[in-house]
């Protein structure tokens, strides 16, 4: 029981956390309203109501490691840096792939050698994010398979498909 909880606190928390930020500037509570506050909480409480339920449906258990405001500091530092460099850099070569025709797409296999599922989610959702890559599995031993619009080499490092991703995904995801 102790569990579910954990798992319906920690959705209560995200929930709350997102749904405030998107509300922000709506009032004069800081920067809600009154009115603003209940229905996050109320809102918040829903959604964490159902989430433990599907978590328990799932057999998921989060860990109370994704409250850990470092690793939010480090999430965030990680999004508006090697992220969206890495982002930005992977639109100007597919851009150049797309006029030129030179694409090669193939299926890859790495391993990146993460041993959390927190740290998995964080790359591969960092590789799918990157245009011409895509995650498409990730295998119970951790090798992630991913779809590459340029193949260079058929058993590529992870470097070369996602830079310093798997790095940030460790720092971050334990």
Not at 81 to 88: D, E, K, R, V, Y
Request: hydrophobic share 50%.
């Amino acid at each position: 029981m102790g569990e579910e909880m954990a798992a319906v606190a920690i959705a209560f928390v995200f929930s709350l956390f997102f749904y405030l930020l998107l509300t922000a500037g709506t009032g004069s509570i800081l920067l809600w309203s009154k009115a603003e506050l209940v229905v996050a909480v109320l809102f918040s409480a829903v959604v964490a109501v159902v989430a433990g339920k599907i978590y328990k449906g799932l057999g998921i258990r989060p860990s109370a490691k994704l409250l850990n405001p470092l690793r939010w500091l480090l999430l965030l530092i990680y999004a508006i840096g090697p992220l969206f460099f890495q982002m930005a850099k992977a639109n100007l070569e597919v851009a150049y792939r797309v006029i030129t025709g030179n694409i090669k797409p193939g299926i890859v296999k790495i391993s990146p050698g993460l041993k959390t599922g927190l740290a998995r989610t964080v790359l591969a959702n960092s590789i799918t994010l990157t245009p011409g890559t895509l995650t498409i599995d990730v295998d119970r031993k951790g090798n992630f398979y991913v779809h590459w619009i340029y193949v260079r080499d058929k058993k590529p490092k992870p470097g070369e498909i996602c830079g310093s991703f798997a790095k940030w995904a460790r720092l971050i995801g334990g």
